[in-house]
Structures are given as C-alpha cells and as structure tokens.
C-alpha cells in the first residue's frame, strides 16, 4: 500500500472509529490541584508563557504531530498552523517520510507562509535509519518545512502490527546520537502513544536529544487504529491483542523528570502528550515537569472543519489551564510547579 493511502486511512480511523484505549488511562486523573479559596492573585495576571528553545510562547499548548502527504492532510495542516500563529504556540507536522520520497506532496507538510513565526517541528521515524535514511534525509526535512527542530518517533509497535510495517529496530540509538551530533537544530524524540521508559529516557539524553516527548499511553491507540486498517483477520487480532499496551501519560513523564535530575541534565526539555483533553489535563502535565503539552486528536477535528475552530480549542484549553492556576494560587509556571500545588492521591 502507498504511503499517501495509508496516510489517509489514518486520517479516516481517527475521524470516524473508536481508537481511544479501551481501559488504560493516562494516570493523570490519579492528581489533583489544592484548590485555594484565597489564591491571592489576580486571574488577569496568571501567565501561562513558557520558553522552550529559546522561544517565548503564550501557552505550553503543542499541537502533536499528525499527518501530511494528502490532500486533505494539507487543507489539515494548514488550518492547524493558521491556528498555532495566532495562538502563538507551538506545531510538530506528521511524518515527512511521504515528502522525502514523493516530491508532488511536499506542499501538504509546508506551511511557513501561514505561520512564519511557530515554532515548528518536522518529524521523520527513526526506524529509517535502518532502511536507508541519514542526516541527509533529516536536512531535507528541516528544509522541506523551514523547521526549527526535528521530531524522530518511535514507534515500534505500529510497526510489528502493520502489513507493512519496517520492524528492523536494531542499532538505532548510535544512529539518533549521530543526527543529534552532526544535524545542528534540536533534536526530539517522542513515541507516538505507548510512553517512553526510564531505560530509553536515560538511552535518549545520553544519545545527546534536545528534548523527549513522552507520548503516553490513555488516548489514542495506534494499535487500535491498525486494526481498523489490517487486510486479514489474523493482523486485526494482532492488534486488537495490544489495546491496552503501553505507559500511562503520567507515570513516563514522572519517569522521564526523574532520570533527567539522576543525570543532571535540566537543560533537556520535557514534553507531555497521550490522552490530553482538557486545560487542567495540560496543567497538570506541566506542574509535572512538562515544557509543552501536545494534543492529536481534539485538534484534528477542530482542523477538519477550520482555523478558527482549531483557534476557539486553543483558546478554550488555555482559559481552563489558566483558571486551574488561578484556583492553585499560582500566577505563572514556575508557581505551578512548586511542592503542594499538584497533589497524587494516596
């Protein structure tokens, strides 16, 4: 199957089927903020800025990597950066991979003309390296779009359960060391739903990436959404077996905050994403550690329809995470993150 195909199969599952986890959740419901009925501050005051690479954003809200290559991903994506200038947030495009090799797409990943000022992410998978790819291929994808950054995904478990799937993963961390080394733009590397362990955090920082976005397990299943697509009943099995796989949202970035103080690296940026839908959903991750909170699939149907639906999203997870800081007492990201704010149930 082609990769334009498979791509918009993707867009369709995600639209039109049920592809949540059936029982994980993200864990961040285990948490919750002391409310403070004397805050003392003034909610016109909270800020939710963050900076991260060097840029100052008005929200730690990402909008996660999702799709390109097709027609429709182009209208998508467009309607999604339209929305992250406006917001002045952060973007992260679906994998590049379509572009590399089909010149005819490349326009459905660019979008620098609507969102000259986004920080913006391309994104290659990088079991590639395995199948070809080099740092040549992650320049081309940096300047495919004007990117800021370059997002890798892991996703290995997409990969054993699609027909086509590439599952030769052996030796990749030399070859993510080697592009964090030789590409000079940031690098970031995210799973794409199933979490990130100590062990690959501490793999990951010691390889020389710039930031891990967790990608957690609690929203969307990719397994789920591969059996929605597989040809036989043997592959829909497959993946139907690993429906609830994976770490939740919360316990990775826990994990990932605490291996990052073990090696003394508070330099590396954190990213939360996996199952995020709501502002206090967003808040609470970054109370936990994260730098910027990505959401997929609220933004995706917002895109569908467009720019301002995605605009009016934004703006509604910015006021509840802001609303959430104001009843904590706390006027700005540095006050969230403080011991007392963000309580785990026992």
């Given at each position: 199957?082609?990769?334009?195909?498979?791509?918009?199969?993707?867009?369709?599952?995600?639209?039109?089927?049920?592809?949540?986890?059936?029982?994980?959740?993200?864990?961040?419901?285990?948490?919750?903020?002391?409310?403070?009925?004397?805050?003392?501050?003034?909610?016109?005051?909270?800020?939710?800025?963050?900076?991260?690479?060097?840029?100052?954003?008005?929200?730690?809200?990402?909008?996660?990597?999702?799709?390109?290559?097709?027609?429709?991903?182009?209208?998508?994506?467009?309607?999604?950066?339209?929305?992250?200038?406006?917001?002045?947030?952060?973007?992260g495009v679906g994998s590049q991979r379509a572009g590399i090799e089909h010149n005819e797409v490349r326009q459905t990943f660019r979008v620098r003309d609507v969102a000259p000022n986004v920080l913006l992410f391309a994104n290659l998978g990088a079991v590639q390296f395995n199948y070809g790819y080099t740092v040549d291929q992650c320049r081309r994808a940096v300047e495919m779009i004007d990117a800021d950054a370059l997002i890798l995904h892991l996703n290995p478990l997409q990969e054993a359960v699609q027909p086509e799937g590439d599952v030769n993963w052996r030796g990749l961390l030399g070859k993510i060391a080697d592009v964090c080394a030789r590409l000079r733009k940031p690098v970031i590397v995210k799973e794409v739903g199933w979490g990130i362990s100590a062990q690959t955090a501490r793999r990951l920082i010691e390889a020389g990436v710039s930031a891990i976005d967790v990608a957690g397990a609690g929203g969307t299943s990719w397994s789920q959404v591969e059996m929605h697509r597989a040809p036989t009943e043997r592959l829909r099995r497959l993946a139907g077996a690993f429906a609830d796989w994976g770490i939740p949202t919360a316990e990775s970035l826990v994990t990932a905050g605490r291996v990052r103080a073990e090696l003394g690296r508070p330099d590396v940026h954190l990213f939360a994403s996996g199952g995020i839908r709501s502002g206090q959903d967003v808040a609470k991750c970054v109370a936990l550690g994260a730098d910027l909170v990505g959401l997929a699939s609220p933004f995706l149907k917002a895109a569908m329809e467009s720019a301002e639906a995605v605009v009016e999203e934004m703006e509604l997870l910015t006021a509840e995470a802001r609303i959430a800081m104001f009843c904590s007492g706390a006027d700005d990201i540095e006050a969230l993150r403080k011991p007392g704010v963000l309580v785990e149930e026992e």
């Open positions: 199957m082609s990769i334009d195909q498979r791509k918009a199969d993707h867009i369709r599952i995600n639209v039109t089927e049920d592809v949540q986890f059936p029982n994980l959740t993200t864990g961040l419901e285990r948490y919750h903020f002391m409310h403070q009925a004397l805050p003392e501050i003034n909610l016109g005051d909270v800020s939710t800025a963050v900076t991260v690479f060097g840029r100052r954003l008005h929200s730690p809200l990402l909008v996660s990597s999702m799709t390109g290559g097709t027609e429709q991903a182009g209208f998508i994506n467009r309607n999604l950066a339209e929305a992250a200038q406006a917001q002045r947030v952060a973007m």
